[in-house]
């Protein structure tokens, strides 16, 4: 079984920084295409960002120059570090990851972390 475990959140305020990591174990062949999403109340989740294998990455607007995506594949680790946050923010982010569990898998399957509270203090 997979396994996909995040890290890294906290309090922080306005205008300060945190580093996410997401963390994948157990029956893993191969990753492709990662990212980091996040949800409040209420709201669907939402896409903040996103990295292929090939480290082709992509941002939702509202975090572009802030935030930035990166991944050790040698570690089957993600991250993402977060700079001058702002209060809107506040969120759980998610990681997720589309893993190839076997050689002769032919689609990657998708799976979700725990998620990990980010609150941001104006």
């Known amino acids: 079984q997979v396994q996909l475990v995040e890290s890294g959140g906290g309090l922080v305020q306005a205008g300060g920084s945190l580093r996410l990591s997401c963390a994948a174990s157990?029956?893993?062949?191969?990753?492709?295409?990662m990212g980091w999403y996040r949800q409040t109340p209420g709201k669907q989740r939402e896409l903040v960002a996103t990295?292929?294998?090939?480290?082709?990455?992509n941002y939702a607007d509202s975090v572009k120059g802030r935030f930035t995506i990166s991944r050790d594949n040698a570690k089957n680790t993600m991250y993402l570090q977060m700079n001058s946050l702002k209060p809107e923010d506040t969120a759980v982010y998610y990681c997720?990851?589309?893993?190839?569990?076997?050689?002769?898998?032919?689609?990657?399957?998708?799976?979700w972390g725990q998620g990990t509270q980010v609150t941001v203090s104006s």
């Open positions: 157990g029956s893993i062949f191969s990753i492709s295409a």
């Open positions: 990295i292929t294998n090939g480290d082709n990455t």
């Open positions: 997720n990851a589309a893993i190839y569990t076997h050689t002769w898998s032919r689609t990657p399957l998708q799976y």
